[in-house]
């Protein structure tokens, strides 16, 4: 698989397309006038004609030939900016991203079916279609950035920001958390993935199902007792669900990220570390070691529970 693209130089959709050419402009005419000034100081130096000829040189050179190309650049600077998808909540799909300390919770709600949906740490867009994004933060100051499909924008305690998200092309794009916000910050990824708008509805109604529980043919058995459902009792008697929720077996806090389809994602932990048997008994068992700081408290669970708990998370898809 490809790797998750994060770079302003490759935009992939039309907002970060007008970014990038605004970009491009800003660096190429600051370093004209950087190169004119300059030529225009050695020339000063160079050639010594007088005082008279150093102030016509300052004035036309410093003054009337950078006033009209900093006009003119206004002018389009605003033009460009007019053309910027404007936030608008009527959209078909509306997604609230909460930030917190360090991850992101997404909520999905698709206003002509109804379907919601909650999830951690991604992001799904059917492409060429405008998703309305309402960013929040839980806690500190955050932002978002998903340096691919659009521009900055701050996560205020307190308040909600709005952004309208389109795709132009099918692709995995990498978001960051763009503003310091403690110390695992760099660790605070969002994998963002766009499809067809009929991979994306199809995804969308899966998520929205509660957890789906394993057919018996792909059970493993310990004794009489099935290791899934062993996995779950001892999800409910250490008390995760607590902090987080299996919609459909286990609704509890939500102080945690959502896990009803945990293993149909990528990463554990905002980034942090691999979907994998590994990654999930890494921590659960220890999440300091992998994110020092992270809220959820090291497991004390035996082996054999902690063998069944992970069966069962990967039955989660």
């Given at each position: 698989?490809t790797p998750?693209l994060?770079?302003?130089l490759?935009?992939?959709g039309?907002?970060?397309a007008?970014?990038s050419?605004?970009s491009w402009?800003?660096f ?15 020339a ?6 007088g005082r ?6 300052v004035?036309?050179g ?18 460009q ?13 509306q997604?609230t991203i909460?930030?917190h300390?360090?991850w ?5 709600r698709?206003?002509v079916s ?9 992001l799904r867009?059917?492409?060429?279609e405008?998703v309305?994004l309402?960013l929040?933060?839980a806690?500190v100051?955050?932002a978002?950035w998903v340096?691919?499909l ?22 995995r ?5 763009a503003?310091?916000c ?8 969002l994998?963002?993935?766009?499809v067809?708008p009929?991979q994306?509805?199809?995804w969308l109604a ?7 529980r ?8 310990a ?6 459902h062993?996995g779950?009792e ?6 995760c669900n607590?902090?987080?929720?299996v919609r459909?077996i286990?609704e509890?806090g ?5 896990l009803?389809h945990?293993?149909s994602r990528?990463?554990?932990a905002?980034?942090?570390l691999p979907?994998?048997?590994?990654g999930l008994l890494g921590w659960?068992?220890?999440p300091q070691s992998?994110?020092p700081?992270?809220r959820m408290?090291p ?10 708990l992970?069966?069962?998370?990967e039955?989660l898809?």
């Open positions: 698989m998750a994060q770079s302003v490759s935009p992939a039309p907002d970060a007008l970014l050419r605004f402009l800003l190429g005419s600051g370093a004209a006038l950087f190169l004119l000034v300059a030529v225009l100081v050695l000063s130096v160079v050639h010594k004609r008279s000829w150093s102030r016509r040189l004035v036309g410093g003054l009337l030939l950078p006033l009209p190309l900093l006009l003119a650049f206004m002018v389009w600077s605003g033009w900016a007019s053309l910027l998808a404007w936030p608008f909540s009527g959209t078909r799909i997604v909460t930030a300390m360090w992101w919770e997404v909520r999905y698709d206003t109804g379907r919601e949906a909650m999830l951690a740490n991604e867009l059917p492409v060429g405008r309305y309402a929040a933060s806690d100051l955050h978002f340096p691919a659009a521009g900055k924008v701050d996560m205020v305690p307190g308040r909600i920001h709005g952004l309208a998200l389109r795709a132009g092309a099918e692709g794009y990498r978001g960051q958390c503003e310091y403690g110390t695992q910050h760099a660790v605070m990824a994998d963002v993935l766009a067809t009929e994306f509805d199809a899966h998520q929205a199902a509660p957890a789906a394993p057919p018996r043919a792909a059970m493993m058995q004794g009489e007792r099935e290791i899934p062993r779950r001892v999800f409910l008697a250490a008390r607590a902090c987080h929720t459909g286990a509890g939500k102080s945690g990220p959502d009803t945990l293993a990528r990463h554990l905002a980034g942090a979907m994998s048997r590994a659960i068992v220890n992998a994110k700081g992270a408290p497991s004390s669970l035996s082996p054999d529970e902690l063998q069944a992970a069966n069962w998370l039955t898809e």
